[in-house]
């Protein structure tokens, strides 16, 4: 017999799930999956945006519902469809009233599914786009440490302090990098797993002051329901990895994740 899995813990005070993918979810219909993160006080959803052919999906989605946010930007594994007439449409759509922030946005070195030439060149152009509107960033970075260091500090003048580098799975160098320029670093699912002890030493370092709870739904999904589709609602386990890797109180990871969420994408809430 199957050990039944634990049920979603509810808490008293809300979360902010900062970065998902609703349009990639598959398992049960989006609203069925917005009813259920509600039910476990999700306050807000940030969809994000990855290639040209989603941005205007994930700006129809954003509208779906006043608590649902998105982001405008190419993630690098698209970045050699990134075009003069693509960076105009997330330059137009990067200060609607339910867009808030450039990204995903950065280098991928793991996968390589485009030239590394090609996604610095397109990293730099959106990190432009984004000092140019005044908008935060969403980075992606993976095995790209050193070039993703270097291009943020052509930017360090004009781009805004606040900006997240998500799922971070990265070493103490870029770390420290983020941190001392004043961004978060978003955790999700990954802190669960048995064999990321790099990621939670991460999470060590980190002040609470500058983390950021996140899904990456459908991916990541975190212990006890790994081998199932993510969701939002999932979001409570995180918090409770976060409070228990760094023995703090959970309320006070709650309120603290929660305030730093709206420092980041919500500043005028």
């Not at 979603?8 to 809300?14: G, L, N, S």
């Not at 509208?63 to 960076?87: F, I, K, M």
Request: with cysteine.
């Amino acid at each position: 017999m199957s050990k039944k899995r634990r049920e979603i813990p509810v808490f008293d005070h809300p979360i902010i799930e900062t970065h998902c993918h609703l349009d990639y979810l598959r398992e049960r219909p989006l609203a069925e999956t917005l009813q259920q993160s509600q039910q476990v006080n999700i306050e807000k959803v940030i969809t994000i945006a990855v290639s040209p052919e989603n941005l205007a999906e994930v700006r129809q989605l954003s509208g779906s519902a006043d608590w649902v946010y998105g982001t405008q930007g190419v993630h690098p594994h698209e970045a050699e469809a990134y075009t003069d007439a693509v960076e105009s449409e997330i330059r137009e759509h990067a200060t609607d009233d339910n867009i808030v922030a450039v990204g995903e946005i950065g280098l991928d070195y793991f996968y390589d599914n485009a030239d590394r030439a090609v996604q610095r060149e397109v990293f730099r152009r959106q990190l432009q786009v984004a000092c140019d509107t005044d908008r935060p960033v969403v980075i992606h970075s993976r095995d790209a440490d050193e070039d993703t260091i270097a291009i943020l500090r052509e930017f360090e003048q004009s781009l805004s302090r606040r900006g997240v580098i998500h799922s971070f799975t990265s070493g103490p160098g870029l770390a420290q990098y983020a941190l001392d320029q004043g961004w978060c670093l978003g955790f999700n699912g990954i802190t669960t797993f048995n064999k990321a002890e790099n990621v939670r030493d991460i999470v060590r370092m980190t002040p609470i002051g500058q983390i950021l709870l996140e899904t990456d739904a459908p991916f990541l999904t975190p212990v006890p329901y790994r081998g199932r589709e993510n969701a939002p609602f999932y979001l409570p386990f995180i918090a409770e990895k976060i409070a228990d890797i760094k023995a703090l109180p959970l309320d006070q990871v709650l309120t603290q994740t929660y305030q730093n969420s709206l420092r980041t994408f919500f500043p005028t809430q």
